[in-house]
């Protein structure tokens, strides 16, 4: 009897080894290639393919922008073939974001969007409150889209001790730093990455020193499978 146990255990394990294996190799993607195939930090200034480009320098770095209710288009040509894209870059927001603040029509919702090919991977908005133990902040929809979603402000970023750019250009916390990773289901030659603000701020003097934001690091790659 111990040895038939011993055998139906044996059994067992083998069995679900193999199962496990199965549903593994079902599910594991191949990556059969993987190519950069746009890569820019801008400390060269180069805007190249971009519609609306413009560099600045933000904390000591150069950065694609900045920009206020606006934006800008990057056409990358001649991809290889591939299956999908991946595009990452640095998203800083900067200064006195509203998030999903409706004030009568002047002040939010503070929207931004990002596309590929003209469809929409990220359409939310941005808080960039302080937001101390106890006291109700405005809510920002990211790490979700915009509307329905209420999260605290600066959820989800990756640094939020970095200097304002204008308005709160003396404040340590005044700039929050996103990063953001895509893959996307893609065939073309050609890619169209657009970036675009849209920003409330009509109790203002100044739109762009209020509220701005800027991008770095675009990195695309083509990835074959």
């Not at 402000?153 to 990063?179: D, I, V």
Request: a negative charge; charged letters at 15%; proline letters at 4%.
């Amino acid at each position: 009897m111990k040895h038939i146990s011993i055998h139906f255990k044996y059994y067992c394990f083998t069995l679900l080894f193999s199962v496990m294996t199965f549903l593994g190799a079902c599910t594991k993607t191949q990556v059969k290639s993987e190519t950069v195939v746009y890569s820019n930090d801008f400390e060269s200034g180069d805007v190249k393919n971009i519609a609306n480009g413009a560099i600045t320098v933000f904390n000591g770095t150069h950065v694609l922008g900045r920009y206020n209710s606006n934006g800008f288009a990057l056409t990358v040509a001649n991809l290889p073939k591939h299956d999908l894209v991946e595009v990452t870059f640095d998203l800083y927001i900067h200064d006195t974001w509203d998030g999903n603040n409706i004030d009568n029509g002047y002040s939010g919702p503070d929207l931004w969007s990002f596309l590929v090919d003209g469809s929409s991977y990220i359409h939310t908005s941005f808080s960039n409150a302080d937001c101390p133990a106890g006291v109700f902040c405005t809510p920002q929809a990211y790490p979700n889209n915009y509307p329905n979603n209420n999260n605290n402000p600066k959820a989800g970023a990756y640094n939020t001790n970095l200097p304002g750019a204008c308005y709160w250009a003396s404040k340590p916390n005044g700039t929050t730093e996103y990063k953001i990773s895509k893959q996307i289901n893609h065939t073309d030659n050609t890619l169209l990455m657009q970036c675009i603000g849209d920003l409330v701020q009509k109790n203002v003097a100044d739109p762009m020193c209020d509220e701005s934001w800027s991008v770095d690091n675009i990195v695309i790659k083509a990835i074959a499978l």
